[in-house]
């Protein structure tokens, strides 16, 4: 509960925080010139002239949290014996929740911040924006990471926030080679492409069929299915480049079908992307394309080089097969219709 503002979860044994542990435990008097302290908000703090006692209200540890879990994991495995190590702990009177304070706050952070790194999209873990979307998402049974910690795995039905600003951006955007490039923490730190992933506005509307969290399921979905299509090795080879073509065609191709075709409701969107209907016929046709990627590939030059440019994507395009794309798809609506209505 303490943690909630802090923007990164514990990141385990890194190398910093087993020389914390150590520090604490084998030279405990050194502890205070070795560390740089702890810093904590606070909505209001009150002390109590007579018994020395300080009061926080909401009180947040937004940086020093790796030293707290660090000092604790040390502290519990010596069996919890007195130490006379000591740390700073530095207290501002910083309510959280508006936006003015949020932006002070996260350049507070960064810029007390000498240990373990901090990276942009760190910062932007405690967005309300992000806040509000992993709430959405939630909603429609899908977990969101948006902080680093060594527990928090991407899966299906884990979307990471660090990926998903990636694939949404390559895809919106039209920038397929952006995703080879993979230059993700950019996407946090530049305020107008963090703006065009995570627009404000979008995300708070009301869920509904053009809300923006099913685009990024949708682009999501297609990134795992992506991961699991079965390829001969030789399409497979490139796939780590091929895959970023692969997933914007198919993610643009089916944002026009849903758009003409899809006649459900946005809840059995999410069902239908869900269904095997929708799998069979996303990896028939990616497999066709991956088979298209690597035939464009110049015979001498380097596959990495190729797909990082951006004159690449014309040449991809050329290749697809839209006519294909919508039977198929249209096929696998007719099946999963039926499955409904079962």
């Not at 309510?95 to 949020?102: A, M, N, V």
């Not at 706050?105 to 405690?126: C, F, G, M, V």
């Not at 993700?184 to 992933?197: H, R």
């Not at 030789?234 to 914007?248: I, M, N, P, T």
Request: with cysteine.
């Amino acid at each position: 509960m303490y943690l909630q503002k802090n923007v990164r979860e514990f990141l385990g044994e890194k190398k910093i925080n087993r020389g914390i542990s150590k520090s604490y435990l084998g030279s405990p008097t050194w502890f205070w010139y070795k560390h740089n302290g702890i810093i904590i908000f606070a909505d209001n703090l009150s002390i109590d002239r007579t018994s020395l006692q300080l009061t926080l209200r909401n009180p947040q540890v937004v940086n020093g949290g790796q030293t707290l879990t660090a000092l604790f994991m040390a502290y519990d495995k010596n069996g919890r014996r007195d130490n006379p190590s000591k740390v700073l702990v530095r207290i501002y009177r910083l309510p959280y929740e508006d936006k003015e304070t949020y932006q002070r706050s996260i350049d507070i952070i960064a810029a007390l911040n000498s240990q373990n790194k901090i990276e942009p999209s760190d910062l932007r873990s405690t967005d309300p924006r992000q806040v509000r979307l992993e709430e959405l998402l939630r909603r429609l049974d899908y977990g969101y990471i948006r902080k680093r910690s060594k527990d928090a795995k991407a899966s299906r039905y884990q979307i990471s926030m660090r990926n998903l600003a990636l694939l949404y951006y390559a895809c919106k955007k039209n920038l397929p080679h952006e995703g080879v490039r993979g230059n993700t923490e950019e996407l946090f730190e530049e305020q107008s492409k963090y703006d065009e992933v995570f627009d404000e506005s979008a995300i708070n509307r009301e869920l509904g069929s053009g809300h923006v969290a099913l685009s990024y399921i949708t682009v999501w979905v297609l990134d795992q299915l992506l991961m699991r299509v079965e390829l001969p090795n030789r399409d497979a080879e490139y796939w780590k480049y091929s895959r970023w073509f692969v997933l914007w065609d198919v993610y643009r191709k089916l944002g026009d079908w849903r758009g003409t075709r899809f006649s459900l409701s946005w809840q059995d969107w999410v069902e239908f992307l869900n269904s095997d209907h929708f799998k069979r016929a996303a990896e028939r046709y990616s497999q066709v394309l991956f088979k298209a990627a690597r035939e464009i590939i110049p015979r001498r030059e380097e596959a990495r080089k190729f797909f990082r440019r951006a004159d690449t994507k014309a040449r991809f395009e050329g290749r697809t097969r839209s006519r294909m794309f919508r039977s198929l798809m249209t096929k696998a609506n007719g099946g999963f219709e039926r499955d409904r209505a079962t």
